[in-house]
């Protein structure tokens, strides 16, 4: 049930934006999910819903929804730094655009306390939406590029945590 709770606050944004509020008629659905732990330490659990024509190997091109459920505290500079990061697995990028993403990152993504969750929608062609556990909105960061990217960071073949995208993916893994 709370799983459900969550995806329908993640999902009430999509609402605003002329979509349908719910999850089975947004067309999402759970995907998998997974500990991500740090050298034996729980960082946090991540919850993936996709669209069931979802596949791995074009996950940019269709509506995601991700959320992160923290169990430790970070600043939302570090969450911001350290995916940019991870971003740079995916494609290189200039300085610049690494400034000015981190930049963007840093005015949305506010601090986070151990049991607090952030979630992301992924806005083919559009951007990256970041709410709050509550489902408020964070903001939107408008470069589809970057979208692509920050997702990355969980979806992309060059994930640095492999069997945390296996898990995520889950069924969908499989396809591609």
Do not use: C
């Not at 500079?77 to 990152?105: C, G, H, P, Y």
């Not at 506010?110 to 952030?118: N, Q, T």
Request: charged share 25%; proline share 6%; hydrophobic share 45%.
């Amino acid at each position: 049930m709370r799983r459900r709770t969550l995806l329908a606050a993640a999902l009430a944004p999509l609402a605003a934006h002329g979509h349908e509020p719910s999850a089975r008629q947004a067309g999402l659905q759970p995907a998998g999910e997974s500990l991500f732990k740090v050298w034996g330490f729980e960082v946090y659990v991540a919850r993936l819903w996709v669209a069931p024509d979802f596949k791995a190997a074009d996950f940019a091109a269709r509506p995601l929804a991700l959320e992160l459920a923290y169990r430790r505290a970070f600043s939302g500079a570090d969450i911001a730094r350290r995916s940019l990061t991870e971003m740079r697995r995916q494609e290189s990028f200039d300085d610049a655009q690494a400034a000015r993403w981190e930049s963007q990152l840093n005015a949305l993504l506010p601090d986070v306390r151990a049991g607090e969750s952030l979630s992301g929608l992924h806005r083919p062609g559009e951007g990256a939406e970041f709410l709050r556990s509550d489902g408020r909105s964070l903001g939107l960061l408008r470069d589809a590029r970057f979208s692509k990217l920050f997702f990355g960071i969980w979806l992309s073949p060059r994930t640095s945590e492999p069997a945390l995208r296996r898990a995520l993916l889950g069924p969908f893994a499989e396809a591609g």
